[in-house]
């Protein structure tokens, strides 16, 4: 098993700054992929952030600029540092990591608690 453990929501002006973290620990061998979801009242989980294992990213168009997702493979960890940050951007957010727990087996998908980020207008 793989506990993901977030951290750093809050609330904060619009056009302030958060910095979420999310630790990774249990049964590791490799993590894949690592990203930040998000989930607003009323509407779907949606991807906000991805990156890989060798550090390649992708992130949903509306954070493009103002969102950096970036990673520390020896301490399993994955931060998201969010700067000029909107109403819109409110929502629970939720650290992803596909695990591979021994050699040559497949990943598996596991999920944080999530943690609110409100941004005030």
């Known amino acids: 098993q793989v506990q993901l453990v977030e951290s750093g929501g809050g609330l904060v002006q619009a056009g302030g700054s958060l910095r979420l973290s999310c630790a990774a620990s249990?049964?590791?061998?490799?993590?894949?992929?690592m990203g930040w979801y998000r989930q607003a009242p009323g509407k779907q989980r949606e991807l906000v952030a991805v990156?890989?294992?060798?550090?390649?990213?992708n992130y949903v168009d509306s954070v493009k600029g103002r969102f950096i997702i970036s990673r520390d493979n020896a301490k399993n960890m994955v931060y998201l540092q969010m700067t000029s940050l909107k109403p819109e951007d409110t929502a629970v957010y939720y650290c992803n990591a596909r695990v591979v727990h021994t050699p040559f087996q497949r990943p598996d998908d596991y999920w944080g608690q999530g943690t609110q980020v409100t941004v005030s207008s």
């Open positions: 990156i890989t294992s060798g550090g390649n990213t």
């Open positions: 249990g049964s590791i061998f490799v993590i894949d992929a």
